[in-house]
């Protein structure tokens, strides 16, 4: 099994700030990484995929990067509506997908 | 625009099963797998196997392997997730999910459906 670790559990950032948020995986997965949202009552949102490419029309201060075993969302400028929980997601290896156990972003 | 509109809300007995549906709307239903997720009050997300029904071939997490079985209908355009022999823990949302990658068991999740509560309660 694939172990998907998130750092930190929670993410205190003032608006208008960078956040940077880190997803380590316990054996190398390639770039079959995505990073989702979720909002509190809503299902998860698809960010990225494949570590660096954003889903159609998520806006560009959502960046990823990282391959193998360490990876990276940032959010360049936060805005009001980016405070939220993040996950990341391996889709490497069936039959077991797995996903991190998220870092919440709150407002600082 | 893809659509995955899911099951209402559940409250079973322990011990019993519950089955949930997920209908897809726009796309190729057949060629795309759809998985099941689930989150537990305040808890992460959890995978519990899917199902791409071209092949007809399902896949599961080994935890939940002999309690699950996730099955497609195409005439209507509908996954399902069975989950037996119930307990407490397994009160959670669950949530469909279609894989972007057309015949493609591997792949992200681009649409997600609304989640359906099952409360697990005697």
């Known amino acids: 099994e694939i172990v998907m670790t998130q750092s930190p559990a929670t993410l205190s950032v003032s608006p208008g700030e960078r956040a940077t948020l880190s997803c380590r995986a316990s054996q190398s997965i390639s770039s079959n990484l995505a990073w989702y949202q979720q909002k509190p009552g809503q299902a998860p949102r698809l960010l990225i995929y494949d570590a660096s490419t954003r889903a159609t029309g998520i806006p560009v201060r959502f960046s990823g990067s990282g391959s193998g075993t360490e990876f990276t969302l940032t959010i360049s400028s936060l805005q009001s509506e980016d405070f939220a929980v993040y996950y990341c997601?391996?889709?490497?290896?069936?039959?077991?997908?797995?996903f991190g156990q998220g870092t919440k972003l709150e407002i600082k | 625009q893809v659509q995955l509109v899911q099951s209402g809300a559940e409250v079973k007995q322990p011990g019993s099963s519950v089955k949930v549906s997920c209908k897809v709307s726009g796309g190729t239903f057949s060629s795309y797998a759809i998985s099941w997720v689930r989150q537990a009050p305040g808890q992460g997300l959890e995978w519990l196997g899917g199902i791409i029904q071209i092949y007809n071939m399902a896949n599961y997490e080994e935890k939940f392997q002999d309690r699950v079985t996730i099955t497609a209908d195409e005439s209507t355009s509908t996954a399902y997730m069975e989950l037996r022999s119930l307990r407490s823990e397994d009160t959670a949302v669950y949530y469909c999910?279609?894989?972007?990658?057309?015949?493609?068991?591997?792949?992200?999740?681009?649409?997600w459906g609304q989640g359906t509560l099952v409360t697990v309660s005697s």
């Open positions: 999910a279609r894989g972007a990658l057309q015949f493609k068991e591997l792949s992200y999740f681009d649409s």
């Open positions: 997601h391996q889709y490497k290896n069936l039959p077991l997908y797995t």
